[in-house]
């Protein structure tokens, strides 16, 4: 029981001192360059009715922290943001059509059996862009958000990988796969397991032009590969869902940030409610995406509002975990001392201890009544860089 009550349960984690300061920090810079492309902040409740996850293509139920209010209703802790905003946009706003943009920050907790390093309660900062008419300048500009956050972040080395669901969808309707057989393949190509995909294809006696359409296709670094991959394709939806791509990398340029882009149509998310474009931030030291994001233009509708929409999400550990993998370290400038004092100085220590707080500096105090007491405050002030002020009796 004791060793219970001292440890976590598996999957979190406890964070305090200079680790929690820096990652303070860069959420705060996350939210102001986020805020300054002109999202407000929104706040949704930590649990939500099941329902709003099982029904929408979100967490399998398995993966979610389920349990009773006391009137019986099935409630589910926070696994994803996306289904709580959107729920909420069709509570509150879109009555005007007039585009809402939204930022959250919180906590989302996934009920993993297999953790693979990962965490249970992650935390979470995104923006949503919604009734946006679906355009490719919304996409552009939410890609290039996620990408002027991680640059906000201090990270200079990573790349957003760009893809589109309908490519995936095209070619598959026209392979005319069974429902079961689509989310089978789907499986595969989520755990870029492509050998598995064609073999399972191969298994289905599937035209080898179309396993080579589906499979045949590389991370594209320029929009020239691209459009000249297209040039072999027959399938218009996936000829659409190319040209999409391309317009989108034309506005990226405008914002002069196509250097961190990359196309990957096999690009698929775990989540079922995506409809369009897709995206994903990789860089060095983690083992996962830091940013994913994408377009979800029917999941509002499922509330009651027809509205198309697109968002992202920075995964804040990872992003963390990359930084100090690549040592990057934010600079904490805090402005702290240890004011120490015996009985005796009282007085004098508290009017420089007002003094110091009233000017914006950080004071710890501490009474001591020993040398050895003094001594232990002055070796841990050294150690953290914290300077310190000592008023005892006889004299500062």
């Known amino acids: 029981m004791y060793n219970n009550m001292i440890h976590t349960p598996e999957g979190v984690r406890d964070i305090y001192g200079d680790e929690l300061k820096r990652k303070i920090e860069i959420k705060n810079k996350i939210h102001k360059k986020i805020g300054s492309y002109g999202f407000k ?6 649990f939500e009715y099941f329902d709003i996850y099982n029904d929408v293509g979100t967490t399998p139920s398995k993966e979610l922290y389920k349990f009773f209010d006391k009137d019986g209703n099935i409630l589910a802790l926070r696994s994803d943001f996306t289904p709580s905003i959107a729920r909420c946009c069709s509570k509150y706003f879109l009555e005007d059509k007039v585009p809402v943009r939204l930022c959250y920050e919180g906590n989302s907790f996934t009920n993993l059996n297999d953790l693979q ?12 862009l919604i ?13 290039c958000l996620s990408i002027e956050v991680l640059k906000a972040s201090g990270l200079k080395d990573f790349m957003i990988s760009v893809g589109q669901i309908d490519y995936f969808k095209s070619i598959c309707d026209e392979i005319n796969l069974s429902e079961d057989d689509f989310e089978k393949l789907r499986s595969y190509i989520a755990l870029k397991n492509y050998f598995g995909a064609r073999e399972f294809l191969e298994s289905l ?18 929009v020239e590969e691209l459009t000249k991959f297209k040039t072999k394709l027959t399938n218009e939806g996936a000829i659409k869902a190319i040209d999409r791509l391309v317009e989108i990398y034309e506005i990226i340029k405008l914002y002069g940030l196509e250097k961190y882009v990359s196309f990957d149509l096999l690009l698929i998310n775990k989540f079922h409610y995506y409809t369009g474009v897709i995206f994903r931030a990789y860089t060095y030291g983690t083992g996962d995406a830091v940013i994913k994001g994408g377009r979800y233009d029917k999941l509002l509708s499922k509330f009651g509002k027809d509205s198309k929409a697109i968002g ?7 992003l963390l975990t990359a930084m100090k993998a690549q040592d990057i370290t934010s ?66």
């Open 41 to 46: 902040d929104i706040e949704t409740p930590t």
């Open 117 to 128: 390093g990962k965490l249970k309660e992650y935390t979470e900062i995104g923006a949503e």
């Open 131 to 143: 009734d946006n008419d679906g355009l490719a300048d919304a996409d552009a500009e939410m890609i």
């Open 205 to 222: 006696s599937v035209a080898p032009e179309k396993i080579s359409n589906l499979l045949d296709v590389t991370t594209y670094t320029s």
């Open 312 to 318: 992202f999400s920075v995964l804040i550990d990872d």
């Open 331 to 396: 600079v904490i400038n805090e402005d702290h001392a240890n004011v120490i004092y015996d009985e005796k100085s009282r007085d004098k220590a508290f009017a420089r201890i007002k003094e110091l707080r009233e000017r914006g500096t950080t004071v710890s105090a501490y009474c001591v009544t020993d040398k050895a007491s003094l001594e232990l405050y002055k070796e841990r002030s050294d150690s953290a860089c914290i300077r310190f002020e000592t008023f005892l009796h006889g004299g500062k």
